[in-house]
């Protein structure tokens, strides 16, 4: 019974793995597309606890002052659960989709839109997510494991963070910006925000391996 069963598991497990759809894949496609437009106006209050830097110098602290508040643009984890949801191919196709909307159609990018957005110093991280889902739907393409999709998660983010930096310190370079600029601005986009979208990014993932599992289950 266990040899038989065996080649059934694995083929469900390749299944979930590789969601290879023939009718319906571009809806699918569309839909997360959508969902990205959507993850770039929508704003989390992600609220915490911390030790206020106060605590040992003896001020006077309030209950506040021992809660922080992040306020988090889900763009990023968004398309780590694009990428683990619909896999590399289609994946990279729902962001392409984004991208070409955004400059030939319709303003959907986080300021505007039109081809003079090549020149906006975050475009590079819109340019980054086709390279983070590549490298995060390879690792995934051998299983959802936890470390696989931690693995993945690090490697997503990172791209995501390191070629958006990049392209802006290149338009801040065009545009004469003083070092003092860039450092601000890397500071905003790619400070504390990459430990926010490493762990918010390992959650969407996470969701993503239990909606391709339902998605097997109707297709």
Excluded at 109 to 129: P, R, T, V, W
Excluded at 135 to 163: C, P, Q, W
């Amino acid at each position: 019974m266990t040899d038989t069963a065996t080649p059934k598991i694995r083929v469900i497990k390749k299944q979930i793995e590789g969601i290879r759809l023939s009718f319906g894949s571009l809806l699918l496609v569309l839909c997360c597309t959508f969902l990205i437009i959507l993850s770039t106006f929508i704003q989390i209050d992600v609220s915490h606890f911390i030790v206020p830097a106060g605590l040992l110098s003896g001020e006077h602290l309030t209950f506040s002052d021992f809660v922080y508040t992040y306020h988090l643009i889900p763009q990023i984890p968004i398309i780590m659960f694009v990428g683990a949801f619909l896999g590399r191919k289609y994946g990279i196709l729902s962001i392409l989709i984004y991208i070409l909307l955004g400059l030939f159609i319709i303003p959907v990018f986080a300021l505007g839109g039109g081809l003079k957005y090549i020149f906006e110093y975050s475009f590079g991280y819109i340019l980054a997510y086709i390279p983070a889902v590549f490298f995060a739907g390879s690792i995934l393409k051998s299983g959802y494991t936890n470390r696989n999709m931690l693995h993945a998660v690090f490697v997503g983010v990172l791209t995501i963070h390191i070629i958006g930096i990049l392209y802006m310190l290149f338009i801040a370079g065009l545009n004469h910006e003083s070092r003092a600029f860039m450092c601000e601005w890397i500071y905003a986009q790619s400070g504390v925000k990459i430990l926010y979208d490493l762990i918010f990014s390992f959650i969407t993932v996470f969701i993503a391996k239990y909606a391709k599992i339902i998605l097997w289950f109707f297709m």
